[in-house]
């Protein structure tokens, strides 16, 4: 028990990791996510083959809009890297209406 307090008193940092982030700005790009209700803007950022620019590595060009077309309020899926300074664009995020998911 006294080692599990003293584990519970370390300033362990949290990572963010999966998130959903959303484009306030398109000049330049920026990404706006939410940790514990605050807001987090990266305006530099990683993504993956076709979603920016059409290449993948850091970017702070403009979004490549021939296949996910974005505007202001787009949500794409993303995570933060273990020191909560980068973020990674996984994908565009869509909302499937009806979905119903079945565990047996």
Same mark, same amino acid.
């Given at each position: 028990?006294?080692?599990?307090?003293?584990?519970?008193?370390?300033?362990?940092?949290?990572?963010?990791?999966?998130?959903? =982030?959303? &484009?306030?700005?398109? #000049?330049? +790009? %920026?990404?706006?996510?939410? *940790?514990?209700?605050?807001?987090?803007?990266?305006?530099?950022?990683?993504?993956?083959? =076709?979603? &920016?620019?059409?290449? #993948?590595? +850091? %970017?702070?060009?403009?979004? *490549?809009?021939?296949?996910?077309p974005?505007?202001?309020?787009?949500?794409?899926?993303?995570?933060?890297?273990?020191?909560?300074?980068?973020?990674?664009?996984?994908?565009?995020?869509?909302?499937?209406?009806?979905l119903?998911?079945?565990?047996?």
């Open positions: 028990m006294e080692l599990a307090n003293e584990i519970h008193k370390r300033d362990n940092k949290k990572s963010i990791g999966m998130c959903v =982030g959303e &484009i306030i700005s398109l #000049t330049p +790009v %920026t990404i706006r996510i939410y *940790y514990n209700g605050t807001p987090i803007d990266f305006d530099e950022f990683f993504n993956l083959e =076709g979603l &920016i620019n059409g290449g #993948t590595g +850091v %970017t702070k060009g403009e979004l *490549y809009t021939e296949e996910y974005v505007e202001t309020g787009t949500k794409f899926i993303c995570m933060t890297g273990n020191d909560n300074q980068s973020l990674y664009v996984l994908g565009k995020f869509e909302i499937i209406k009806e119903y998911i079945y565990l047996e």
